[in-house]
């Protein structure tokens, strides 16, 4: 099946840093998203990308979808302490409305040191 | 709205026993997901449900079975737990034109 290929698997910042990360793929996905998950809960929706090149942001959140549709990042800018958390991408082969499930990278853990 | 619930919150089985995991939403969603999540891994795909009254395998189906009871229910179960399937199992939904909602999770352990 399809495996994403993400790292780093974990980063120790301090705070007020700005972060990244990055997830690849040997398959073409057409939807790229950032989850985070905190201890105990579900993943929760950072970012959603549906195409190929597109650079959105969320508050100091921004990802990019990858031209060749393989591979995104996400970045962080000025790291705060409730950043803290494990942050995962995923990717999903059918385009736009496609019910198919999502294949998930095995997460970067994200330590903030004040 | 209470979005995606899930029930039990914990649970531990000896090897051998059932048990059925349920998952209910309320935010009028078509397809529902069932994946698991195990130590220092992402979350992988049991079985969808891209509608009521249809389903299909994800990449980890063995040793499951999965009922799209109505809209609103999917539940996920083990018929004969093993310790393999020691996990955190959560469901999702999800309609187009938004993105897979997550439940809280159900922690099982198999002794």
């Known amino acids: 099946g399809q495996q994403l290929n993400q790292s780093p698997q974990s980063m120790f910042i301090q705070e007020g840093e700005d972060v990244s990360m990055n997830c690849t793929s040997s398959?073409?996905?057409?939807?790229w998203l950032w989850y985070k998950q905190d201890p105990g809960e579900g993943p929760v929706l950072l970012i959603a990308?549906?195409?190929?090149?597109e650079l959105t942001s969320n508050g100091r959140l921004t990802a990019q979808f990858g031209i060749t549709r393989k591979d995104s990042f996400l970045n962080i800018s000025a790291s705060i302490p409730s950043d803290v958390g494990i942050y995962f991408c995923?990717?999903?082969?059918?385009?736009?409305?496609?019910?198919?499930?999502?294949?998930f990278g095995k997460g970067t853990h994200l330590i903030i040191q004040p | 709205n209470a979005g995606v619930t899930q029930t039990p919150k914990f649970q531990v089985l000896k090897t051998g026993q059932s048990m059925t995991l349920q998952c209910a939403q309320d935010m009028n969603h078509n397809s529902m997901y069932w994946y698991r999540q195990d130590p220092g891994m992402g979350l992988r795909l049991i079985y969808y449900s891209a509608s009521e009254g249809t389903t299909d395998k994800g990449e980890v189906p063995n040793g499951y079975n999965v009922s799209r009871l109505n809209k609103r229910e999917f539940s996920l179960r083990l018929e004969s737990a093993a310790p393999s399937q020691t996990s955190v199992y959560f469901c999702?939904?999800?309609?187009?034109?938004?993105?897979?909602?997550f439940g809280p999770g159900t922690r099982l352990t198999v002794l």
């Open positions: 990308l549906y195409k190929a090149g």
């Open positions: 398959s073409i996905f057409n939807t």
């Open positions: 999702a939904s999800r309609d187009p034109g938004n993105e897979q909602f």
């Open positions: 995923a990717g999903r082969v059918l385009a736009g409305g496609g019910a198919d499930g999502l294949t």
